[in-house]
C-alpha cells in the first residue's frame, strides 16, 4: 500500500472545518495580544482613551469566544471527532475560553488605566508594570507562537516563564507594599497599581493552561496540575 | 491565515526585544560549522505547522503496512477466555490473516474494527470455525477456549458452536414461530428435560435479549413476522438459550435502525455479565460505545489492541489513528 498522507480527512469538508477553529482561535490570540499590549501601554502612558478603545474593544473578543465555542459544538456534533481530531476541539475550546479571560484582564487594566490616569502623583510601580507587562506580553505571544506551530519543546519552555512572572509579581508586591507603608497618602493610588499587576500575574497563569493544553494535543498527556 | 499573520510582526518585535543578545551569539556559533543544516532546519519549521500531531507515536511506526511487524498495545489478558497465537488464514494461496494474536478476556466485550476487507470477520468466524464451511480457507495457529483447542481432530464442532455462539450481520430467524426460534437450540443439543423447563430457557432467552415483553403474546406467531430490530434480538435470544460461553456478533447492527441498535447495544452490555462477546462492526462509534478492548486490523493484520477508553483519544499507532479520525484515503 501506498504512503497516505496522514493529514487528510476523507471528508474534506472536515479538515476545512478543523483548520477553521484553529485560524479562528490564532485570530482571537492576536487580537487578545494586542489588547493585553494595548492597556499595558494605556497604564504606562497614562492613555485614557487607549484605554477605553481596550474596554469597547473587549466586546469582539467575547463575541469570538462565543463563535468558536459553537463551530466547536457543531463539529462534535457533525463529525464526532476522534483521537487527535477530539483533542484538538476540547483544546480549542479551553484555549478559548483562557483567552477570554485574558481579555478580561486586559480590560480590568485598562479600566484602572482610566482611574490612575485621573489620578495624579508619583509614577511608583510603573516600572514594575512595564517590566511584567513585558514578561507577559512575552508568554502569550509565544504560547500562540507554539499553538501555531504545535510545538512542545516550545510550549514546555513557555510554561517555565510563568515561574518568573510569579516571583516577578511577588517582589512588585513587596516593594509597592513598603512603599505604601513609607507614604500612606499613595495608598489608594499604588493600590491601583496593584490590580494591574494582579491582573498581570492572572494573565500569566491562562498562558501556561494554553500551553498545558498543546502539550495536551500533541502527546495526549494531561500535565495540568502536576 | 491573514489575521494571525498580522499579529506576528508584533510577536517577532516582542521576541527580539526580550532574547537579544545571548540567543543571537549562540545561534551564530551554530551557524559557523553548520551551515548546511540551517536550510532542511527551516523546512522543517514548515512542515510541523499541520504534521506536528505525528511525533506522538513511538518510532519505528510507519504507515506502510508492509513494513508492519508487531502487535502494539495490551494484547494479552491475565484472564483469558480465548487465546489465540500466531494465527495465520488463508483462502487458497491467498492469506487473509498475517500471524494474529490476542486473547480475549472473560466477561469482556472486544469490538474489532477495520477497514473493509481487512480480515476481522474472518478472524472472527475462526473462533468457532465457521471457516470450516468455506472451501480452501485454511487455519493455522492455536485457537483455545479455556485451555482446550478449538481446532483437535476430536472436538465436536457442532457442540463447539453451541458454545460459542454467532449473530450475523442480518437476522436470520427460522421460518418457524418465535418460540420455536428460540427453542430450537435447547432442544437439538438437549438442554431441556421438559416442556416446562424448555418454556423457561425461552422466557429466559427472551427477557436476557429484552424481547419478552414485546413477543409475550404472541410467541406461537412467525419469527420473520417482527421488526428487523425484534429479528435480530430474537436471533441474540437464540443464541443465548443455549447457554454459550462466548458470543461472536458480526456487524449485528448494520441493518438496524438508530433505536434498534440502541436497544442492542444496551443488550450487549448486559449481556457481558454473563458471556464474553466479541463484536465485529464498521461503526466506530458503536465500538468505542459497546466495547471494553478494542482491536484495529488491517490489511490482515492485527495493528493494534487497547482499551477502548484510549484507542479513541490516544491511539498507540498512528495507522489507527489515521482509521478512527477518517483519515484513510
Not at chain 2, 494474529?100 to 474494527?113: G, P, T
Not at chain 2, 438496524?256 to 463484536?279: G, H, Q, R, Y
Request: charged content about 30%; glycine content about 4%; some cysteine.
Amino acid at each position: 500500500m501506498a504512503k497516505m498522507s496522514f493529514e487528510n480527512h476523507i471528508m474534506k469538508q472536515f479538515d476545512e472545518e478543523l483548520e477553521e477553529i484553529r485560524t479562528r482561535l490564532m485570530e482571537m490570540g492576536g487580537k487578545v495580544e494586542q489588547q493585553l499590549q494595548n492597556a499595558v501601554k494605556a497604564v504606562t502612558d497614562a492613555d485614557s482613551k487607549l484605554a477605553e478603545e481596550v474596554i469597547s474593544e473587549d466586546q469582539s473578543i467575547d463575541s469570538m469566544e462565543v463563535d468558536i465555542d459553537e463551530a466547536c459544538i457543531l463539529i462534535i456534533a457533525r463529525r464526532q471527532p476522534a483521537a487527535s481530531d477530539l483533542r484538538l476541539v476540547m483544546m480549542v475550546t479551553k484555549a478559548v475560553n483562557d483567552l477570554e479571560r485574558i481579555g478580561d484582564e486586559a480590560k480590568k487594566i485598562a479600566n484602572h488605566a482610566i482611574i490612575l490616569a485621573e489620578q495624579s502623583g508619583s509614577a511608583e510601580g510603573y516600572t514594575e508594570v512595564r517590566h511584567m507587562g513585558a514578561s507577559v506580553t512575552r508568554m502569550l505571544a509565544n504560547a500562540l507562537d507554539a499553538f501555531a506551530r504545535f510545538d512542545v519543546d516550545a510550549a514546555m519552555r513557555t510554561l517555565e516563564e510563568d515561574k518568573q512572572i510569579d516571583l516577578e509579581y511577588k517582589t512588585a508586591l513587596r516593594e509597592l507594599v513598603t512603599y505604601m507603608m513609607e507614604d500612606p497618602r499613595s495608598i489608594s493610588r499604588v493600590i491601583n497599581v496593584l490590580w494591574v499587576i494582579r491582573s498581570l500575574e492572572r494573565i500569566g497563569d491562562h498562558a501556561k493552561n494554553l500551553c498545558e493544553q498543546i502539550v495536551f494535543v500533541v502527546k495526549g498527556k494531561d500535565i495540568r496540575h502536576q | 491565515m491573514s489575521p494571525a499573520d498580522t499579529a506576528k510582526p508584533a510577536k517577532a518585535a516582542s521576541k527580539a526585544a526580550s532574547k537579544s543578545a545571548p540567543k543571537k551569539v549562540a545561534k551564530a556559533k551554530s551557524a559557523v560549522p553548520k551551515v548546511k543544516k540551517t536550510e532542511p532546519k527551516a523546512k522543517k519549521a514548515v512542515a510541523k505547522t499541520r504534521k506536528a500531531v505525528a511525533p506522538q507515536f513511538k518510532a519505528g511506526q510507519s504507515l506502510d503496512i508492509d513494513d508492519h511487524q508487531i502487535t502494539v498495545g495490551k494484547s494479552f489478558s491475565d484472564n483469558a477466555k480465548m487465546t489465540m497465537r500466531n494465527i495465520d488464514v488463508y483462502y487458497g494461496d491467498k492469506q487473509a490473516i498475517h500471524n494474529v494474536s490476542i486473547d480475549i478476556a472473560k466477561n469482556e466485550v472486544m469490538a474489532m474494527i477495520g477497514p473493509s476487507g481487512c480480515g476481522k470477520s474472518t478472524f472472527l468466524r475462526t473462533l468457532n470455525r465457521m471457516n470450516d464451511t468455506v472451501e480452501g480457507c485454511r487455519v493455522e495457529g492455536d485457537i483455545c477456549m479455556d485451555g482446550e483447542n478449538l481446532y483437535a481432530p476430536k472436538l465436536d464442532v457442532v457442540e463447539l458452536r453451541a458454545r460459542v455462539g454467532m449473530v450475523f450481520q442480518k437476522p436470520n430467524p427460522f421460518p418457524k414461530s418465535i418460540y420455536e426460534n428460540v427453542a430450537y437450540g435447547p432442544k437439538i443439543h438437549g438442554l431441556a428435560d421438559s416442556r416446562v423447563d424448555l418454556d423457561e430457557i425461552v422466557e429466559n432467552s427472551l427477557r436476557k435479549a429484552s424481547l419478552w415483553e414485546e413477543v409475550k403474546e404472541r410467541l406461537h406467531q412467525p419469527g420473520t413476522g417482527l421488526s428487523g430490530g425484534q429479528q435480530q434480538r430474537l436471533c441474540i435470544a437464540r443464541a443465548i438459550a443455549v447457554s454459550p460461553e462466548v458470543i461472536l456478533m458480526d456487524e449485528p447492527c448494520s441493518a438496524l435502525d438508530p433505536i434498534a441498535t440502541a436497544k442492542i447495544e444496551e443488550l450487549i452490555e448486559e449481556l457481558s455479565e454473563n458471556f464474553t462477546i466479541a463484536i465485529v462492526t464498521h461503526s466506530m462509534q458503536q465500538a468505542a460505545r459497546v466495547s471494553h478492548r478494542t482491536a484495529y486490523f488491517h490489511l490482515g493484520k492485527l495493528i493494534e489492541v487497547n482499551p477502548t477508553e484510549q484507542v479513541f483519544t490516544m491511539p498507540e499507532h498512528q495507522l489507527t489513528e489515521a482509521y478512527i479520525t477518517g483519515r484513510f484515503g
